[in-house]
């Protein structure tokens, strides 16, 4: 591609080392909504989920997207040197911008038994971080529980979800994004339905 189609962030240094400490504070906190970042003029994502790219992706994360986009992926790259892969079990990092359609989390990489942070971060934009089936959250960093009820995932989501977590600590870790809002679950984070957490 001959021109770069999108900018990146107004002070890539400031811009990125903000988005990144509110990426560390969103896993700490788990299902708890933050707020990061501007929009992108003319960039086809979030502004939350573009800042998360622009500050955790390097060029020793191979990032999968969901909907491959030759742009998108130029962009990314241009910026941070990401590489794209289309294999979803060999990403650092997962796009998914149509969650009703995602693949099984199976199909990630959950890293090793002795290697557990070898695992992908999935960032999945929703239509809104609220009025989906309500859920309980709870574990490290959650003092008592938390209430999820994030909007647009498939039924079959948080059965893997659970599925995942029993090979603690192998697991995959979420971003959930919605415009310019994140919450994060790492994969220490248990899920349930209200009436049996």
Known sequence: MSSLPWAGLQ??????????????????????PQLAGRLIPRLPLGAAMSHLLLALADEDTPVWWQQADDALRYWLRFHTGAAA????????????????RMPPLECFRTGSAGA????????????????????????????????????????AFWPQWQASHAGFPQGVD?????????????RST????????
């Open 11 to 32: 002070d890539p240094v400031h811009d990125a080392q903000q988005a990144f400490r509110i990426a560390l504070d969103a896993l700490a906190r788990p299902a708890r």
């Open 174 to 186: 979420l971003f959930f994004t919605c415009g310019a809002q994140l919450l994060a679950l790492p």
């Open 116 to 155: 557990p942070d070898q695992s992908c971060t999935l960032l999945i934009e929703v239509p809104a971080l609220r009025g989906g089936t309500e859920l309980h959250a709870h574990g490290p960093g959650i003092q008592h529980r938390e209430t999820l009820s994030l909007a647009g995932l498939p039924d």
């Open 190 to 197: 248990r899920v349930g339905p209200l009436e049996t957490t």
């Open 85 to 100: 892969t289309d294999d979803p079990a060999a990403a650092t990092f997962a796009v998914v911008t149509d969650p009703a």
